[in-house]
Each structure stands twice: as C-alpha cells, then as structure tokens.
Nanobody
Framework: QVQLVESGGGLVQAGGSLRLSCAVS????????MGWFRQAPGKEREFVAA?????????YADASVKGRFTISRDNAKNTVYLQMNSLKPEDTGVYYC???????????????????WGQGTQVTVSS
C-alpha cells in the first residue's frame, strides 16, 4: 500500500506563489510516476502536471499552467513538489497528488491511470 499526503496549500493573493508537497510512503517511491491534479468547485478533476519516475519526462496540462507551474521530485525524500507562481483566481481548487506504476507516459494526464491518491490540499487564490 502507498500513502500520499499533500501539504502546502493555503490562501494567497493573485500573483503570489505556493509550493505544494506530496510525501509518499509505503513503497519504493522511485518506482512511481507522479501526477498533480486539481478540482475546482463544481468542476471535474483535471490534470495539472506529471513527472516520470526518474524525472526524465515532465508534462504539463496546457498553456494555463505551463510557464507558471513547475513539477519536481526528490527521490531521496520520497516527495514530489508543485511550485506554483503567478497564481490566478482560476487556479483555486483542491490539489491532489497521485502515483502510478505505469510507464505509459502517454496516459499520465488520465486520472484512472493512477493507482494511489492523496486526500488533497486546498488552494485559494483571491483577486
């Protein structure tokens, strides 16, 4: 079993920054690709970013986050990060990290691809 615990969310003004962390325990962290998803009120969960097991491949959702968000991982600390800069009110939502043992990077944007999920951390960006 793999446990994921997110932290780092909070309330921030537009233009500000937050760094989310996701600590992973229970299995060999380096064996998993990791993803970040978010869910805004009344909307479906959407892909934000993903990183392969060795950080050799990184993906971002689209122009809405690319250039502002950076995903990274520290396999020695069993932690994946999401650095979020220039935050906008539309970035508001619950942010989830997820782990997948799949090496099919073409599906890293696809939520059902992931085997384990954290409980989420709230990010609120005020205008």
């Amino acid at each position: 079993q793999v446990q994921l615990v997110e932290s780092g969310g909070g309330l921030v003004q537009a233009g500000g920054s937050l760094r989310l962390s996701c600590a992973v325990s229970g299995r060999t962290f380096a064996g998993y690709a990791m993803g970040w998803f978010r869910q805004a009120p009344g909307k479906e969960r959407e892909f934000v970013a993903a990183i392969s097991y060795n950080a050799g491949r990184i993906y971002y959702a689209d122009a809405s986050v690319k250039g502002r968000f950076t995903i990274s991982r520290d396999n020695a600390k069993n932690t994946v990060y999401l650095q979020m800069n220039s935050l906008k009110p539309e970035d508001t939502g619950v942010y989830y990290c997820a782990a997948t043992s799949s090496t099919n990077s073409g599906n890293y944007h696809y939520a059902p691809q992931y085997d384990y999920w954290g409980q989420g951390t709230q990010v609120t960006v005020s205008s």
